[in-house]
């Protein structure tokens, strides 16, 4: 059973390119949470999904991000129009229900790091 | 809004006993997690604790929780080289999201 698997692991845009991340959860897990890590930061929450529904997406920049997790195939966090504070790890993690506790916990993947030059 | 804090660096030798701590602020919160952060990796959840316990202890990890003051500790006996890592402590309370502190880069002498 694989873990969630990101791709790609490291990308480099340049200022104003799009930038696409993938994020294939663990099989039997629906719900898809998207965090992103500034260097010597913590991790901050941006969007909770669960398949065809963004649930909760309060931590997302309000403009050039966006998310979805389409019925088939990976969830897709996009970023139009890179700007260098874009640059930063940012990490998947899918449970099989809501992410409360063991029997629903939130396995993450290896993450995708994102510089914009 | 929540907030979650740790110290950023903690030094131990090898053999000893390593003490991480964590303070947070929304009382709402239901689980607590410990994660360990290898470098250029993701994050492996190491333990929790519901909100209802003071205490849980599973092989070398032993979690505290005091939550009337808000403080939750890791400690980890007989740290070893392996055990370098950043420690993230992160809360969960009504919602599904995570809240993490900035993590605590636990540093193994010999």
């Known amino acids: 059973n694989a873990g969630v698997m990101q791709n790609p692991r490291h990308l480099v845009r340049r200022r104003g390119q799009e930038a696409r991340l993938r994020c294939s959860p663990m099989?039997?897990?629906?719900?898809v949470y998207w965090y992103r890590q500034l260097p010597e930061e913590g991790l901050k929450f941006m969007v909770y999904?669960?398949?065809?529904?963004?649930?909760?997406e309060s931590g997302m920049p309000k403009e050039r991000f966006s998310a979805e997790f389409p019925k088939e195939g990976p969830s897709i966090l996009r970023i139009q129009q890179v700007v260098r504070g874009d640059s930063a790890a940012y990490f998947c993690a899918s449970s099989r229900t809501k992410g409360r506790g063991m029997n629903t916990e939130a396995f993450f993947g290896q993450g995708t790091r994102l510089t914009v030059v | 809004g929540e907030d979650v804090e740790q110290s950023l660096f903690l030094s131990v030798r090898e053999g000893d006993s390593s003490v991480i701590n964590c303070t947070y602020t929304?009382?709402?919160?239901?689980?607590l997690y410990w994660y360990k952060q290898e470098p250029g990796a993701g994050l492996q959840l190491l333990t929790y604790i519901f909100s209802n316990m003071d205490m849980k202890q599973d092989q070398r990890l032993t979690v505290l929780l005091n939550k009337k003051d808000k403080h939750l500790s890791l400690r980890i006996a007989d740290t070893q080289t392996g055990d370098s890592a950043i420690y993230f402590c992160?809360?969960?309370?009504?919602?599904?999201?995570?809240?993490f502190g900035t993590g605590t880069r636990l540093q193994v002498t010999l």
């Open positions: 992160a809360e969960s309370g009504t919602a599904s999201k995570l809240t």
């Open positions: 099989k039997g897990h629906s719900h």
């Open positions: 929304d009382s709402s919160s239901t689980y």
């Open positions: 999904l669960q398949k065809e529904n963004i649930i909760d």
